[in-house]
């Protein structure tokens, strides 16, 4: 049973940046695909950012291509998000999410692990 835990969220203001991390454990990453969520008072959970198998390919929403880049760590087992420009709509609860069994990389219902979240917050 993998666990993944979610840090770096915080408060910043529109223009600003964070790095948000995934530890993973219990998972060989390059052996499968990891997501970015975030979920907005009130949203639908969004997928915004994945990346998956050994060649570490990427997949990004429109809503946040060319701003946030996903990247892993194979050695620490940590995935992360760097998250620049960040605009007020940007502000959710971004959660990591582990071993796509179905579906699409950016489709939620096909994960089976989820961690607790970290909240991000952008102020004008």
């Known amino acids: 049973q993998g666990r993944l835990v979610e840090t770096g969220g915080g408060s910043v203001q529109a223009g600003g940046s964070l790095r948000l991390s995934c530890v993973a454990s219990?998972?060989?990453?390059?052996?499968?695909?990891m997501a970015w969520f975030r979920q907005g008072a009130g949203k639908e959970r969004e997928g915004i950012a994945a990346?998956?198998?050994?060649?570490?390919?990427?997949f990004y929403s429109d809503s946040v291509k060319g701003r946030f880049t996903i990247s892993r760590d194979q050695t620490q087992t940590i995935m992360y998000l760097q998250v620049n420009g960040l605009k007020p709509e940007d502000t959710a609860t971004y959660f990591c999410?582990?071993?796509?069994?179905?579906?699409?990389?950016?489709?939620?219902?096909?994960?089976?692990?989820w961690g607790q979240g970290t909240q991000v917050t952008v102020s004008t």
């Open positions: 999410a582990a071993d796509l069994r179905a579906g699409a990389a950016l489709e939620s219902h096909g994960y089976k692990d």
């Open positions: 219990g998972y060989t990453l390059e052996r499968i695909c």
């Open positions: 990346i998956c198998g050994r060649g570490g390919n990427t």
